[in-house]
Protein backbone atom coordinates (compact mmCIF):
# COMPACT_ATOMS: atom_id res chain seq x y z
CA UNK A 1 0.00 0.00 0.00
CA UNK A 2 1.39 3.57 -0.71
CA UNK A 3 1.23 6.00 1.77
CA UNK A 4 0.21 9.27 1.33
CA UNK A 5 3.13 10.97 3.43
CA UNK A 6 6.28 9.49 1.98
CA UNK A 7 9.87 10.22 3.93
CA UNK A 8 12.83 10.36 1.53
CA UNK A 9 15.86 11.55 3.90
CA UNK A 10 18.50 13.80 2.83
CA UNK A 11 22.37 12.05 3.90
CA UNK A 12 22.60 15.35 6.09
CA UNK A 13 18.82 14.66 7.46
CA UNK A 14 20.12 10.92 7.98
CA UNK A 15 23.24 11.81 9.63
CA UNK A 16 21.82 14.12 12.00
CA UNK A 17 19.00 12.11 13.00
CA UNK A 18 22.28 9.23 14.01
CA UNK A 19 24.27 11.31 15.67
CA UNK A 20 20.87 12.44 18.00
CA UNK A 21 20.34 8.68 18.30
CA UNK A 22 23.49 8.15 19.63
CA UNK A 23 23.58 11.18 21.71
CA UNK A 24 20.82 9.56 23.76
CA UNK A 25 20.47 13.15 25.92
CA UNK A 26 17.16 14.14 23.51
CA UNK A 27 14.15 13.62 25.12
CA UNK A 28 12.80 10.27 25.10
CA UNK A 29 9.62 11.84 22.76
CA UNK A 30 12.69 12.81 20.25
CA UNK A 31 13.94 10.17 20.37
CA UNK A 32 10.80 7.97 19.18
CA UNK A 33 10.93 10.12 16.48
CA UNK A 34 14.27 10.16 15.61
CA UNK A 35 13.78 6.65 15.42
CA UNK A 36 10.31 6.48 13.29
CA UNK A 37 12.19 8.76 10.42
CA UNK A 38 15.12 6.53 10.26
CA UNK A 39 13.30 3.05 9.85
CA UNK A 40 10.59 4.70 7.55
CA UNK A 41 13.27 5.69 5.38
CA UNK A 42 15.42 2.52 5.68
CA UNK A 43 11.93 0.71 4.14
CA UNK A 44 10.47 -0.42 7.12
CA UNK A 45 6.79 -1.22 7.28
CA UNK A 46 4.60 1.10 9.60
CA UNK A 47 4.02 -2.22 11.82
CA UNK A 48 7.03 -3.22 12.10
CA UNK A 49 7.72 -0.23 13.59
CA UNK A 50 4.84 0.06 16.06
CA UNK A 51 6.35 -3.48 16.67
CA UNK A 52 10.26 -2.07 17.08
CA UNK A 53 9.59 0.70 19.18
CA UNK A 54 6.42 -0.46 20.70
CA UNK A 55 4.12 2.64 19.95
CA UNK A 56 0.85 3.18 18.49
CA UNK A 57 0.47 3.04 14.96
CA UNK A 58 -0.59 6.57 14.87
CA UNK A 59 2.32 7.97 16.07
CA UNK A 60 4.05 7.03 13.45
CA UNK A 61 1.69 8.39 10.77
CA UNK A 62 1.83 11.23 12.77
CA UNK A 63 5.47 11.69 11.94
CA UNK A 64 5.32 11.14 8.89
CA UNK A 65 3.05 13.75 8.23
CA UNK A 66 4.71 16.26 9.93
CA UNK A 67 8.15 15.47 8.35
CA UNK A 68 6.55 15.61 5.14
CA UNK A 69 4.54 18.33 5.50
CA UNK A 70 7.04 21.05 8.00
CA UNK A 71 10.48 19.14 7.46
CA UNK A 72 12.51 17.35 10.34
CA UNK A 73 12.80 20.22 13.01
CA UNK A 74 8.72 20.17 12.55
CA UNK A 75 8.53 16.36 12.94
CA UNK A 76 11.00 16.22 15.96
CA UNK A 77 9.38 18.57 18.03
CA UNK A 78 6.45 19.49 20.11
CA UNK A 79 4.26 22.11 20.19
CA UNK A 80 3.95 23.70 23.74
CA UNK A 81 1.70 22.27 26.31
CA UNK A 82 0.26 25.18 28.28
CA UNK A 83 -0.89 23.12 30.99
CA UNK A 84 -3.93 24.80 33.05
CA UNK A 85 -4.20 27.87 35.41
CA UNK A 86 -2.75 28.03 38.73
CA UNK A 87 -5.18 27.07 41.50
CA UNK A 88 -3.61 29.87 43.79
CA UNK A 89 -1.75 33.41 43.07
CA UNK A 90 0.94 34.51 44.92
CA UNK A 91 -1.04 36.10 47.85
CA UNK A 92 -3.36 32.97 48.31
CA UNK A 93 0.05 30.88 48.46
CA UNK A 94 1.70 33.23 51.02
CA UNK A 95 -1.77 32.72 53.29
CA UNK A 96 -1.08 29.28 52.46
CA UNK A 97 2.41 28.99 53.98
CA UNK A 98 1.31 31.33 56.49
CA UNK A 99 -1.36 29.13 57.78
CA UNK A 100 0.51 25.91 57.70
CA UNK A 101 3.12 28.00 60.23
CA UNK A 102 0.62 28.12 62.88
CA UNK A 103 -0.45 26.38 65.76
CA UNK A 104 -2.84 23.22 64.65
CA UNK A 105 -6.64 23.11 65.38
CA UNK A 106 -7.29 21.97 68.87
CA UNK A 107 -7.18 18.39 69.61
CA UNK A 108 -4.97 18.59 66.58
CA UNK A 109 -0.91 17.52 66.58
CA UNK A 110 -0.72 18.54 62.94
CA UNK A 111 -1.98 20.23 59.69
CA UNK A 112 -3.39 17.97 57.58
CA UNK A 113 -2.98 18.80 54.15
CA UNK A 114 -7.42 18.64 54.23
CA UNK A 115 -7.73 20.45 57.33
CA UNK A 116 -5.36 23.34 55.62
CA UNK A 117 -7.79 23.39 52.44
CA UNK A 118 -10.98 23.50 54.49
CA UNK A 119 -9.01 26.36 56.59
CA UNK A 120 -8.92 28.37 53.11
CA UNK A 121 -12.35 28.00 52.04
CA UNK A 122 -13.66 29.13 55.47
CA UNK A 123 -11.39 32.26 55.64
CA UNK A 124 -12.81 32.64 51.97
CA UNK A 125 -9.42 32.88 50.90
CA UNK A 126 -10.97 30.41 47.84
CA UNK A 127 -14.20 29.46 47.10
CA UNK A 128 -12.90 25.88 46.95
CA UNK A 129 -9.64 24.02 46.71
CA UNK A 130 -8.34 20.10 47.16
CA UNK A 131 -6.02 18.74 49.35
CA UNK A 132 -3.66 18.35 46.65
CA UNK A 133 -3.70 21.66 45.67
CA UNK A 134 -2.71 22.49 49.13
CA UNK A 135 -0.10 19.59 49.04
CA UNK A 136 2.05 20.56 45.80
CA UNK A 137 1.57 24.38 46.63
CA UNK A 138 3.53 23.41 50.06
CA UNK A 139 5.97 20.90 48.51
CA UNK A 140 6.95 24.30 46.04
CA UNK A 141 8.05 25.71 49.72
CA UNK A 142 9.49 22.43 50.80
CA UNK A 143 12.67 23.97 52.86
CA UNK A 144 15.74 22.80 52.05
CA UNK A 145 17.74 19.55 53.28
CA UNK A 146 19.03 20.29 56.93
CA UNK A 147 16.37 22.58 57.91
CA UNK A 148 13.60 22.45 60.27
CA UNK A 149 9.96 20.43 58.89
CA UNK A 150 6.48 22.96 58.82
CA UNK A 151 5.12 20.20 61.32
CA UNK A 152 2.51 19.43 58.11
CA UNK A 153 1.75 15.58 57.84
CA UNK A 154 -0.42 13.80 55.12
CA UNK A 155 -3.45 12.26 56.97
Not at 8 to 34: K, P, Q
Not at 133 to 140: A, D, E, F, Q, Y
Request: hydrophobic residues 35%.
Amino acid sequence: MVKSYQVSLTDGERDTLRTLVRGGTARARTLTRAHILLLVDAGWTDHAITEALHINHSTVERTRQKYTTGGMDFALCERPRPGGNPKLDGRQEALLVALACTEPPVGRTCWTMQLLADRLVTLQVVDSISDETVRSVLKKMRPSPGREKSGVSRP
